[in-house]
C-alpha cells in the first residue's frame, strides 16, 4: 500500500556566486510520512521541474535526482546538477519570467511520482540572471566587491523554560551575534530544528519564531506545536530588510496561545539543531 508522502518547502533556492558563475541552485526540503512523522535516513526519489509564466506553464528544464534524507528528514539537492531530463539549466532565459519550481516525489526512492507541489520562485538566481541579462559582466565591481556573508549558529539546547502568552526570548538568552559588512542589506533567517512544545497547562498550543535584534521580521512564519508534551521538528524562516552595518543579535521566541507551557526546548536531544543567515542585496 503505497503512502502518502507531505513535503514542506523548507529551506532556501539560493546561488552561489563564484569567478566562475555556477550553473546551480541549492534546495532544501523536510519530508515526512503519512502519520506525519520525519523520514530519517531513507532515499528518496525527486523530479525537479522550472515551469516558466504560471504554475501550470511550460517545463523549460526538467531533471531528477536521487537523495538521502539526513537525521532531521532534510534532504538537499543541487539543482542544475541532477540526472537531465529536459533542456538544458544554463539556457534558461531567466530575465524572462516569471518562474515557478515544481518538485515531484517517490517515497521509495524510484520515479513513482506520488506527490507533487509547485511554488513561485520569487527571485530568479541572481548570477544566472546577471549572465544571461548581458548587463553585467564578471569584471563588473558589483562582481568583484561583494561576496555574501554567511552565519551559522548550532548547539541550540541550552535549557527548559516556561512560556506564557506573551512573546518570550526562548533561545539563546543571551543572543548570538553576528556583524554586518553593508549598510540597508537583507538578512535572510533559516531555523532548522526539532522543538519541544513543553507541557501545556491551560495552553491549546505553542508558536515559535525568530527575530533580529528582538523585532518582527518583514517577512516570515511561525512554527507550531499543537499536542501536549510532544516534540516536532519545525522550521522558521524569515527575512529582515534594510539592516545597517554592525552587530546585530538573532534568536528564536516562543509563546502560547492561552495559559502556561513548562518545559519548552529548541532542539531537544541535541539533534544538530542549526541557525542559518545570509546577507543578501
Known amino acids: 500500500m503505497k503512502r502518502i508522502l507531505t513535503i514542506l518547502i523548507a529551506c532556501f533556492l539560493t546561488m552561489v556566486v563564484f569567478a566562475q558563475v555556477p550553473e546551480r541552485m541549492s534546495y532544501q526540503a523536510v519530508i515526512r510520512d503519512a502519520s506525519n512523522s520525519l523520514l530519517v535516513s531513507a532515499n528518496v526519489g525527486m523530479k525537479i521541474s522550472v515551469l516558466q509564466g504560471s504554475s ?41 519570467g516569471p518562474f515557478f519550481l515544481k518538485t515531484e516525489t517517490d517515497i521509495e526512492g524510484g520515479s513513482n511520482y506520488t506527490i507533487t507541489t509547485v511554488n513561485e520562485l520569487l527571485s530568479v538566481p541572481f548570477a544566472e540572471f546577471a549572465k544571461s541579462a548581458g548587463s553585467c559582466s564578471e569584471t563588473d565591481p558589483v562582481f568583484e566587491d561583494y561576496q555574501p556573508n554567511f552565519w551559522q549558529f548550532s548547539g541550540l539546547n541550552s535549557g527548559y523554560i516556561e512560556v506564557g502568552t506573551e512573546w518570550t526570548n526562548l533561545f539563546p538568552t543571551d543572543p548570538f551575534t553576528f556583524v554586518k559588512s553593508l549598510d540597508k542589506t537583507d538578512i535572510e ?93
Open 56 to 96: 501550470s506553464g511550460a517545463e523549460v528544464y526538467v531533471e531528477s535526482h536521487t537523495a538521502t534524507t539526513n537525521v532531521n528528514g532534510l534532504v538537499t539537492l543541487s539543482i542544475g546538477n541532477g540526472d537531465p531530463v529536459l533542456g538544458s539549466f544554463s539556457t534558461i532565459d531567466w530575465p524572462n
Open 189 to 281: 533567517i533559516t531555523v532548522l530544528s526539532n522543538f519541544s512544545g513543553g507541557i501545556f497547562d491551560g495552553a491549546s498550543g505553542i508558536q515559535f519564531k525568530v527575530l533580529v535584534d528582538g523585532l518582527q521580521y518583514s517577512y516570515g512564519n511561525l512554527g507550531s506545536i499543537r499536542a501536549d508534551n510532544t516534540i516536532d521538528f519545525l522550521t522558521l524562516y524569515s527575512i529582515n530588510r534594510y539592516l545597517m552595518a554592525g552587530n546585530h543579535t538573532v534568536s528564536i521566541w516562543s509563546k502560547t496561545n492561552s495559559g502556561i507551557s513548562t518545559n519548552v526546548l529548541a532542539d531537544p536531544g541535541g539533534w544538530g539543531g542549526t541557525i542559518i543567515l545570509k546577507e543578501v542585496r
